[in-house]
């Protein structure tokens, strides 16, 4: 079984250019995460989907980050306009969805990761 | 709330040695538990979790963590390193019930095994 993949694995742009990044999920896996982590801090959540749907979009840091599920399948993060302090990796993470009384057995499975630079 | 705290931002063990990879977290609420490992310029891999069955959880590779609820303690061991094992460890909390999934991530310790 193919894991979570995200394109691209490197990713260079110049401050206000507009950068989109790929996440392909475990197949039937309903819920997908993405995560970030800028340089020397913590992997933060950004959002989950439950299918096409945002279930929680409270780790968004701006309206410059717009998420996309069309579908239910693989999902799109866009940045733009791109600003210095985006740099670092964004992880995607996908997991099969539990009912709420077993949230605790939903384990999330990360992919590589996309390493944004914004010069 | 939830929060995590990894105690030792690197650690260095000699192979053959044991490893001690300390967390303490915070939780409003009974927590799920995980400790992910990302090896150079690969994704982040569950090692292993705690969701409330046996407090002493065993995982992939060797490793194991024991689940303390009076010291809110998840510590990550092995009896004996490998050369393999070089990599950076994360601890992370997250929901035991609901409809919320996110984890809560610690600070990541890096792991050095020596020769």
């Known amino acids: 079984e193919a894991g979570v993949t995200q394109f691209p694995s490197h990713s260079v742009i110049e401050k206000g250019q507009t950068v989109t990044l790929r996440c392909d999920p475990i197949?039937?896996?309903?819920?997908l995460y993405w995560y970030r982590r800028v340089m020397g801090k913590e992997i933060k959540f950004l959002l989950h989907?439950?299918?096409?749907?945002?279930?929680?979009e409270s780790g968004m840091p701006n309206n410059r980050f717009l998420a996309e599920r069309t579908g239910g399948t693989y999902s799109t993060l866009k940045v733009q306009p791109a600003e210095l302090e985006d740099s670092g990796v964004y992880f995607c993470?996908?997991?099969?969805?539990?009912?709420?009384?077993?949230?605790?057995?939903?384990?999330?499975?990360f992919g590589p990761g996309t390493r944004l630079t914004v010069l | 709330a939830q929060s995590v705290t990894q105690l030792d931002s690197h650690v260095s063990v000699s192979e053959g040695t044991p490893v001690l990879l300390r967390c303490n977290y915070s939780?409003?609420?009974?927590?799920?538990l995980f400790w992910y490992v990302q090896h150079p310029n690969k994704g982040l891999q569950l090692l292993l979790k705690?969701?409330?069955?046996?407090?002493l959880v065993k995982g992939i590779n060797g490793f194991e963590a024991e689940f303390k609820k009076s010291e809110t303690s998840f510590h990550l061991t092995k009896p004996s390193a490998h050369m393999s094992d070089a990599a950076e460890y994360f601890c992370?909390?997250?929901?035991?019930?609901?409809?919320?999934?996110?984890?809560?991530f610690g600070s990541g310790t890096q792991l050095t095994v020596l020769p």
């Open positions: 992370v909390v997250g929901p035991m019930w609901g409809s919320a999934r996110q984890l809560t």
């Open positions: 993470a996908s997991s099969h969805g539990e009912p709420p009384g077993l949230a605790g057995r939903d384990t999330q499975y």
């Open positions: 939780s409003s609420y009974s927590p799920s």
């Open positions: 705690y969701t409330s069955a046996a407090t």
């Open positions: 197949s039937g896996h309903d819920n």
């Open positions: 989907f439950v299918k096409e749907s945002k279930q929680d």
